[in-house]
């Protein structure tokens, strides 16, 4: 039978209480050499903590939470969410913390909603690129229980994101300066924050640089491979093709690779491609992809490490900027004259 804190306490003449403080570190304080007694009598008696107890005294769970959009259906192939769970759980495994990904939230059952996230199994949120969920965080703001937005903003709650129009003006300076004055855009999710920061830094761009920007050269990718292929036919198709595209990220553009083969499209002799995330395929793709890294790991490390801080003291909101970096392989080069 597993020993309990009663076997500890008897074996040591102290109370039960006693032994929760020492092994819990609170509420009340306890002597330091008491508290090492507690601890190797815990040792010899292979004593195992119920969680469960342990959270009704210490009011934590040790559990953040991380929600997808409730739209998502890569949650696993997506090669942004790999990095950012692989960034989560590394920083959860650091900090003695464990990971509940919770899946099944029905943004137009708000009420319902609520209530699943504040059930008691975990002591704050990460909320990764979710849009139709946003208005769950005025719900939880006016409840006080922490969170934190990945991929997104919130002026209640810390955000942390890329410099999304810093990457993609890297990549589109990088078309420019190759020569290239015809580019389209393959966007991700109307309404979706990165989406939207990296359509509206292509359109100000090609306006600041006087480029033509033409309706038929920008499509709608959804962020999806197959969407993707969808929009690149959609552009590629047409005689007055752009010589290049910058796609809202990498899945779209390796998606665009594949599209150019079917057309009989060389890239990058007749076609430039960039994409935006530095996925792992996109230094095997063909050619290798020319694409913005944005740190998805260390953005899901960072929010584990402030949502705890959120948790302990209630920290301010505020907004945090990951930088990108340009990565310049074989998918991009001067345009074909003529």
């Known amino acids: 039978m597993a020993a309990t804190i009663k076997d500890i306490a008897r074996r040591l003449n102290i109370s039960v209480s006693t032994v929760s403080y020492a092994l819990n570190g609170g509420p009340r304080p306890v002597a330091p050499e008491l508290r090492e007694k507690v601890l190797q009598v815990a040792r010899e008696l292979d004593y195992r903590p119920n969680r469960l107890a342990r959270s009704l005294i210490t009011r934590r769970s040790h559990i953040l939470g991380v929600v997808r959009d409730a739209s998502a259906h890569d949650l696993v192939t997506s090669p942004y969410m790999q990095g950012v769970l692989n960034g989560v759980l590394n920083a959860a495994e650091e900090m003695d913390q464990n990971v509940l990904v919770v899946t099944k939230l029905d943004p137009h059952n708000l009420e319902d909603a609520v209530d699943r996230l504040l059930d008691g199994h975990v002591d704050g949120l990460i909320f990764v690129a979710t849009f139709t969920l946003t208005p769950l965080y005025a719900e939880l703001a006016k409840r006080g229980f922490p969170y934190v937005v990945l991929s997104g903003f919130d002026p209640a709650a810390p955000s942390i994101c890329v410099d999304n129009e810093g990457g993609a003006r890297m990549a589109l300076e990088h078309l420019y300066t190759l020569g290239h004055r ?154 074909t004259k003529g």
């Not at 924050?193 to 090609?206: I, K, M, P, Q, S």
């Not at 640089?209 to 969808?230: D, I, K, Q, S, Y």
């Not at 002799?269 to 260390?298: I, K, M, W």
């Open 182 to 335: 015809r580019i389209g855009h393959i966007e991700g999710i109307p309404g979706h924050f990165d989406g939207r920061e990296r359509y509206e830094a292509f359109r100000a761009f090609l306006r600041e640089r006087n480029l033509p920007v033409e309706p038929h050269w920008v499509a709608c990718g959804m962020f999806t491979p197959f969407e993707g292929a969808t929009a690149a036919r959609a552009i590629l198709g047409r005689p007055d093709r752009p010589t290049a595209l910058f796609c809202a990220n990498d899945e779209m553009a390796i998606a665009a690779l594949g599209v150019a083969r079917e057309l009989g499209i060389r890239v990058p002799e007749e076609l430039s491609v960039v994409g935006f995330d530095d996925a792992v395929n996109a230094s095997y793709c063909h050619p290798p992809l020319t694409t913005v890294r944005q740190p998805s790991e260390e953005m899901g490390a960072a929010a584990v490490r402030v949502l705890l801080e959120r948790i302990e003291d209630q920290s301010p909101a505020h907004r945090m900027r990951f930088p990108a970096t340009l990565v310049v392989r074989s998918s991009t080069a001067p345009p």
